[in-house]
């Protein structure tokens, strides 16, 4: 009998039901993967919302091409393996086998394009071929391309990373997030500038407290930063980012711009902080970040991967300011197996198992994404 897969479809905006899918054998270089676990990322929400318009002003601008499953950040296991797939899916080389428990950068690239062949840290492809749980519709070829379901089909050309046998799915599953970090490694390269980028003991201010501003303190201690400060709306995340070692916590509904731009030059001998990165997802948080910076600082931009539309700046402040803007689309690729080998290293260092505040079976995955968009939720996941 035909294997079947069951899966969460987003139809439309808001719209998403379960339905049910043929699983295909894996083809010359390909696989099909069990689900283990799948997190519900930033990404997700907007597209649940309506805002689907990803990479504007470049060769792949898309609006996300409905009906499709969602689900990038997965912890999956290798049900079917065609042999040309275990000699050359996965990036770091191992051979891949039935069992293997694996996870996998979203996005699949040309690998002949100028990008790829000038810039090969980062998936910046001028002909994203597609990216899982994200541009490729169910209607298409082997329809399983996300994560919010039981089956995943793996197409030749997609990068596999084989997740450590005493790494638990848990932590796995915040690999990809882990990789959105590679903005402070990008302001590190500036420091060869005198004043510039990310230097030992600098102050560093994440606007947002959900997964991906977790994943940013958790970077920048662990680079060597000084002080950090995080804001946000919710206390609960509020509380987490502190354990998680930021120093400093303002909440933005109880505190005016002017307050928390104050505390932060108060926190800096009137200079202001040396980074602010958006973790917020949202244009208008961007002219606060820039006012908390001092003269030479950096803001790095990860959070807005998808258009949310555009926000008033007085340029003449980037200008009076020499500020430089560093904004950073996807993550590098090669980060995976550095995120795991650090996660298991650092285990006992950071409260992990607080990150997963929410689990859901796929029959809930709407659910799950409301959950996710309220104040006391940190990475809601979904376990098919
Ligand atoms: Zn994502
Ligand atoms: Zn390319």
Redesign the pocket.
Known sequence: MEKMSRAAVLLAPGKMETQSFPVSSPQKGAAVCRVLLAGI???DKHSYRGETLQYKGTANEIDLPFPIIQG??NVMIIEEIDPEGSRHLEFDGAVLKPGDRVTLCPDVVCGTCYYCKNFPNYPWCEHLQFSYGNMRSCNDAHRLYGGFSEYIYIEPGTRLYKIPDELPDEMAVFT?VMCVTWTPDKAKEFNSFSLEGFNFGDTIVVQGAGPLGIAHIIKARMMGAGKIIATDISDYKLDLARQFGADIVLNVNRTTEAERIERVMQETRGLGADLAVECVGRPYVVPEGLKMLRKAGMYLEPGNFVDCGETGLNIHEICSKNLRIIGMSNHSHNGYRPCMEMMLREKNRFPWQKLISHRFRLDDTEKAIQTSMTDESMKVVIAP
């Open positions: 990322c930033g990404t990038h950040e990809e």
